[in-house]
């Protein structure tokens, strides 16, 4: 069992950064995930980070977002450079047990353990 807890979020100009944390009670185990869900819509994958480091993100925010972890305080986070409106959404870190093949690495089904969300809202 891992306990996740999201923090970061708030409201951000279009352009501008943010940078969501997750603290962990323990993840060294896990590959790590952020997602994203916003009203009337499905949730996605954003960013994940594998246990040996390579990551994985969304078209839709490459170049743009940073998913990192820091082991020695058990957090991951994710850095939003370049906001969109469209990067609206409540945002959720998540733990997979058993590391999701790189083709469905950014499935949320494939995650066991989630935090309670962060809200993040982009103006324009």
């Known amino acids: 069992q891992v306990q996740l807890v999201e923090s970061g979020g708030g409201s951000g100009q279009s352009g501008g950064s943010l940078r969501l944390s997750c603290a962990a009670s323990t993840y060294s185990r896990y590959c790590m995930g952020w997602f994203r869900q916003a009203p009337g819509k499905e949730r996605e994958g954003v960013a994940v980070i594998r246990r040996d480091g390579s990551t994985s993100y969304a078209d839709s925010v490459k170049g743009r977002f940073t998913v990192s972890r820091d082991n020695a305080k058990s957090t991951l986070y994710l850095q939003m450079n370049s906001l969109k409106p469209e990067d609206t959404a409540m945002y959720y870190c998540?733990?997979?047990?058993?590391?999701?093949?790189?083709?469905?690495?950014?499935?949320?089904?494939?995650?066991?353990?989630w935090g309670q969300g962060t809200q993040v809202t982009v103006s324009s």
């Open positions: 998540a733990a997979a047990l058993i590391e999701p093949s790189w083709w469905s690495l950014l499935q949320p089904s494939k995650y066991n353990y």
